[in-house]
């Protein structure tokens, strides 16, 4: 017999929905007493409730706190802590019905009731649509390189107003969840079928489908959290440079002060924030470059499926038809010819989005699958400008006939696997000669054996430094080492004067060893004379081992025994810049590696700006005089651009980009903070020039 909700029945649902919409974030934390919960805090604000009023009854699960903390967690909460389960289990949520709803997943893969995470392999099926199938966090966050993985679904909606989720972990094998975040969506997501490349007769339906987000990215913008979000969606929006193909990445731009983004009724809030439109990545000003070149992005995606490719643009520099008229492809297929933005919106300043399905057919492991997004100059209508433009861009897998959203485990790098052996070659406690001895040396022999196991052990181990008040304490965890002071002075050969490579107000830096003299390392001895104290030396720690970035200087560990402070950072063998310009038989070094290393300095520069909440210095210091700045700055305001050249680059440099760099390095040491570029400014400005470089014959 069917079931039909009364009209009472679906009131008092509603009131229920009402309720249960201000505790639909859920968390693995939780108090196991009937009728109570525990409310927490993440770095977002925002409140995570308990999960257990939502678990079936006959839930045995377990719940345990991680052993450790990664240093690269956003928030403990909600990945500190986690459900264990070791048979199938399965919660229920009263939602919205006839609604979309989304389900967010997180994981962590740490440590749990002395659980190898390795060993965690689970499905989870969300009102009877298959997310993750035999899915193994470890190795997804390994081959990812990422501490943590949160996957994010949106769910058809379902007459009754009931989301049932089960997690089954495989046979002999346990699961585990973090957090589980459950949103009502807006109506307007995905009300619109997408057009099927290939085949415009056969549309995708997105509202009855079930999605998995597979990226969502801010394109020519920054990092936008969740709370920051529009419509209280709590949606993440990444950078999306890690996509871009190859060094032909055009330039980034802003909407200004002067040019007011606005959302319309075909665009609201729900679809993407302002923040995403007020931003844009074009192909530059230089037409000439901009026709021999696609702005291409790159995304790795399961094989199978169908994906769909949303794009979002809004105009801000144009306000005209036929200024930019660009051409869309997806996987080498055109998707849109003569797109034009202004034609489409009919004023500057109006978002728009596009969405277009494609089937991603299933390919070998060992070449993956891919959905490359690219733009190019459309000339056929003899557009003002050769250009074009993208604001935002997210990409959905659609579920397949099975109704399933799983796909394969990753595989991780080979690099990332050549490092592991490499690990493990090294190891005393797993090396062939290691168990030789043991056999053969009889007790003694074992016992040498275990102490050097042992401190092989406690070499290799991760150190997280905590502080707590004024009391200093240290805790294990992270990425951040902690060296007795007799493996640093048996890496130095007891701090030897020959080893030393740099000296400042700070100390003495010396060229070193660790692992048993296999990895070359920089260590930073503080001078005791110097001004730095205990509190400071923990701090720079602290901040320091949570900065990550291939352009910095990564610091590997520290030491802090006997008085001693000391900062183990990776060396750099090739020396520093000062040491390939002056004085020096190196070959020269050409200008578009120079261009390359100013990017490279910039990049990290503004990781440090804005990835890392660390601003610039203050403004109110008193600069350092330099002469060679000063000298600079003197053949600038004469017009001698030529003068301040490295002779061995004369002739071999391009007019332009000689022009622009100059220009981005004069405003870099302007006197007053305000007329100085952002560091993001001078990255698009080297990163522009760079394209000069290497798209246009014309050297000075």
């Not at 009102?127 to 190795?139: A, D, H, R």
């Not at 060229?511 to 990895?519: A, L, Q």
């Amino acid at each position: 017999m069917a079931f039909k909700v009364s009209d009472f029945d679906y009131l008092v649902n509603l009131l229920l929905v009402a309720y249960l919409n201000k505790m639909s974030t859920v968390s693995g934390k939780a108090t196991l007493e009937p009728q109570k919960s525990h409310n927490a805090i993440d770095s977002d604000g925002r409140k995570w409730n308990s999960d257990g009023n939502f678990l079936s009854p006959s839930d045995n699960s377990t719940i345990s706190e991680a052993l450790s903390r990664d240093p690269s967690l956003p928030s403990t909460v909600p990945y500190m802590n986690a459900r264990i389960f070791t048979s199938n289990s399965s919660y229920k949520f009263i939602v919205p019905p006839r609604t979309r709803i989304w389900l967010r997943l997180h994981f962590y893969p740490s440590r749990y009731n002395d659980l190898d995470p390795s060993k965690a392999y689970f499905s989870v099926i969300g009102n009877g649509f298959t997310l993750l199938n035999n899915f193994s966090v470890f190795i997804t966050a390994k081959a990812l390189t990422q501490a943590y993985i949160a996957r994010e679904f949106s769910l058809p909606p379902v007459e009754t107003g009931d989301l049932d989720v089960a997690i089954v972990p495989s046979e002999g094998s346990h699961a585990f969840i973090n957090g589980i975040e459950v949103i009502p969506m807006p109506d307007d997501l995905f009300r619109h079928p997408a057009a099927l490349v290939g085949y415009s007769d056969h549309p995708v339906d997105l509202h009855s489908s079930s999605l998995q987000t597979m990226f969502r990215i801010n394109v020519g913008g920054q990092f936008i959290a969740p709370n920051n979000d529009s419509g209280g969606l709590t949606r993440t929006w990444f950078d999306d440079s890690p996509y871009l193909l190859g060094a032909a990445f055009g330039v980034t731009s802003d909407a200004g002060k002067n040019i007011r983004i606005r959302y319309s009724k075909d665009v609201t809030e729900d679809i993407a924030p302002l923040n995403v439109y007020s931003t844009a990545r074009t192909m530059g000003p230089d037409p000439n470059v901009n026709w021999n070149y696609n702005l291409t992005w790159v995304f790795r995606v399961d094989p199978g499926f169908i994906y769909v490719v949303r794009l979002h643009f809004c105009e801000f520099d144009f306000n005209k038809v036929n200024q930019r008229v660009f051409d869309i492809f997806v996987n080498n297929q055109t998707v849109q010819s003569g797109a034009d933005i202004i034609a489409w919106v009919g004023s500057q300043g109006l978002p728009i989005y596009k969405d277009y399905a494609i089937h991603v057919e299933d390919q070998s492991r060992a070449s993956g699958s891919e959905i490359w997004v690219a733009l190019h100059p459309n000339a056929s209508t003899n557009p003002e400008h050769y250009d074009a433009i993208l604001n935002g861009l997210e990409v959905f897998k659609v579920n397949d006939t099975n109704a399933t959203l799983a796909g394969l485990n990753p595989e991780p790098s080979a690099m990332l696997v050549n490092a592991e052996e490499h690990e493990k070659e090294l190891s005393p406690s797993r090396s062939s000669l290691g168990r030789l001895l043991c056999r053969v040396a009889g007790g003694i022999f074992c016992c040498v054996t275990v102490a050097a196991i042992f401190v092989f052990i406690r070499r290799k181990t991760n150190y997280w430094l905590v502080i707590n008040g004024d009391s200093h304490t240290l805790t294990i965890g992270g990425h951040c080492r902690r060296f007795a002071l007799w493996e640093i002075k048996q890496g130095t050969n007891n701090f030897d004067e020959s080893k030393v490579i740099g000296i400042g107000g700070f100390g003495k830096v010396y060229k070193g060893t660790i692992d048993f003299g296999t990895t070359k390392v920089a260590i930073k001895r503080s001078n005791p004379n110097s001004h730095q104290g205990v509190k400071e030396f923990h701090t720079e720690i602290q901040m320091l081992s949570k900065l990550r970035h291939q352009h910095l200087v990564s610091l590997i560990g520290f030491c802090e025994e006997n008085g001693e402070m000391i900062l183990v950072y990776d060396y750099m063998a090739n020396g520093t810049l000062r040491e390939h310009l002056y004085n020096t038989d190196k070959t020269p070094l050409p200008w578009k590696k120079r261009l390359e290393i100013a990017i490279g300095a910039a990049k990290g520069l503004h990781y440090l700006h804005t990835g890392a909440a660390k601003p610039p210095l203050k403004r109110n210091l008193c600069r350092e005089q330099v002469c060679l700045v000063d000298w600079a700055l003197h053949c600038l305001r004469k017009g001698n651009v030529h003068e301040i050249i490295d002779p061995c680059l004369m002739g071999k440099v391009n007019p332009w980009c000689l022009e622009i760099f100059a220009e981005a390095a004069q405003k870099c040491v302007s006197d007053r903070g305000s007329d100085r570029p952002s560091m993001g400014d001078v990255l698009r400005n080297l990163e522009f020039c760079l394209q000069l470089e290497e798209y246009t014959d014309i050297q000075l």
